[in-house]
């Protein structure tokens, strides 16, 4: 909401939809038929189109605000374009084009202790995910479970195994698979009449309840918090399990084996509904086990209260394992695996610079900066400004290890090139981003939180430049000092 705010506040500005390239949606207006759409301006338009390929009755979606509900789910850098800047050109039509209702972003996931790069081949990415052997459901839990809903998550492989093996094989698997074995073996997969005592009422009031809030979540699109609450229902259900103690119960009394035989058959009747609050989550987990329940798939529906769908006189399938242990040792190899590139490393003595070598490339430096801020003023050509701007960070680039190479730090350092690269562009399109924020008059919050970030990778360039990081409050402490 505050990136949308930020946006209509002051009233909307002008922004250019065009581009100078040779892909893409070519602008149908006289004299500018040789540039295209931008992205961005275009590309939700193919949300419509998408639908009326697929049905002729695409207006019942598109055109039909008061019955259809639309979500939006996206990263944050695309709020604008769905916030704002499509839903007004919809109604600029006025035609009654469906607005969205609900626009879910997510923050930023980060790779271990640093951030996922192609270009370095830090992180897995999908055909590698693939690759590795595990099974596309593990990995849709895993990033679901770490979902970057409210603020930025971190992948970590440590933590990954942590999860498999945890929730999902201790938890989760050993629950179903406790369930559905004890009935196949001790009753021949036949499901048992159900005589429920209070123990067993009370079980299917706390299952109501994380069911109750299961559906909360989901119609908050609060995907995360919504996977917690499966594992909360076959946390409940093992130790229902083993307060009961099911095992000893078959082996006595005619009422004993009764009794077993409630617990088990409630037990599956469980399984069956985590069958399908999985589905969405973890579809081919999901219909395994419908398939060792033995039950067609139109049991997919979720009610306000449990009900039990698997009735007296039904035979299941033969059970089997859903999850496999993964060991920590293959946890320290994929991430090994996937580190990226060893960075070129430069040594650098510390034989300081000459001052006229120095003064020549601070010079350098702000005569490039000049010139790269008068050319996005007269609005130039973006291939111009794009190769100018490059050359200005090679040049800070050069300065800063130049500069790393004068520093009183120790008698030899080393210095990561490409890590130092890096950073400098980074600081470069951050103090960019924070620029236009505050042309744009912003919320503090927004502003605030896009200044930390950049203060932050300032920091992060100058200990890979081999400087001591900025400390104090920057400008803020330079003022205060200043009133003194």
Request: aromatic letters at 8%; hydrophobic letters at 40%.
């Amino acid at each position: 909401m505050g990136i949308a705010r930020a946006w209509v506040r002051d009233g909307l500005k002008p922004r250019c939809i065009s581009r100078d390239l040779k892909w893409g949606t070519p602008v149908p207006l006289e004299g500018f038929t040789d540039k295209v759409f931008y992205v961005w301006y275009d590309a939700p338009i193919g949300y419509l189109s998408i639908t009326a390929n697929y049905t002729a009755e695409w207006r019942q979606w598109w055109q039909n605000q008061k019955q259809v509900q639309l979500y939006n789910f996206m990263a944050k850098d695309n709020v604008p374009f769905h916030s704002v800047i499509f839903p007004c050109t919809c109604l600029g039509t006025d035609d009654n084009y469906t607005l969205v209702n609900h626009l879910i972003a997510t923050e930023y996931l980060n790779y271990e202790d640093g951030k996922f790069s192609k270009s370095r081949q830090v992180g897995v990415f999908g055909d590698q995910a693939k690759d590795t052997g595990i099974p596309a459901d593990i990995w849709r839990f895993y990033l679901l479970y770490i979902r970057p809903e409210s603020q930025d998550s971190s992948f970590s492989w440590t933590d990954f195994v942590t999860k498999n093996n945890s929730e999902l094989l201790n938890n989760l698997g050993n629950y179903i698979n406790r369930s559905l074995m004890f009935l196949f073996n001790s009753f021949n997969g036949i499901m048992p009449e159900l005589h429920l005592t209070d123990e067993d009422k009370r079980l299917l009031v706390v299952v109501c309840r994380e069911l109750k809030g299961y559906m909360s979540l989901l119609e908050k699109a609060r995907i995360r918090d919504a996977l917690r609450y499966i594992l909360n229902i076959s946390r409940h259900g093992n130790q229902y399990i083993q307060g009961n103690k099911p095992w000893a119960l078959v082996k006595g009394s005619d009422a004993e084996r009764e009794r077993a035989g409630t617990v088990m058959g409630l037990s599956a009747n469980v399984v069956c509904l985590l069958s399908v609050l999985l589905q969405p989550f973890m579809p081919a987990v999901s219909e395994n086990i419908q398939q060792q329940l033995n039950i067609p798939r139109d049991v997919n529906v979720i009610t306000g209260d449990f009900v039990c769908m698997l009735k007296p006189g039904h035979q299941i399938s033969k059970p089997a394992p859903l999850f496999q242990k993964i060991d920590a040792s293959m946890a320290e190899e994929l991430k090994q695996k996937f580190a990226g590139k060893q960075p070129e490393v430069t040594k650098v003595k510390n034989g300081p610079a000459s001052t006229e070598e120095m003064e020549k490339l601070s010079l350098a430096v702000k005569e490039q900066a000049e010139k790269v801020r008068n050319l996005k003023a007269s609005t130039a050509e973006k291939q111009l400004i794009d190769a100018e701007v490059k050359l200005l960070l090679d040049l800070k680039q050069k300065l800063v290890v130049t500069s790393a190479a004068t520093a009183d730090v120790a008698d030899q350092r080393e210095v990561d090139v490409e890590e130092v690269k890096r950073l400098t562009e980074a600081v470069a399109l951050q103090a960019t981003k924070v620029r236009d924020l505050k042309a744009n008059k912003v919320d503090k919050s927004v502003l605030d939180s896009e200044v930390k970030q950049l203060l932050g990778l300032k920091n992060q360039l100058a200990l890979a430049s081999g400087e001591k990081p900025a400390t104090g409050g920057g400008n803020q402490a330079k003022k205060k000092k200043g009133k003194k």
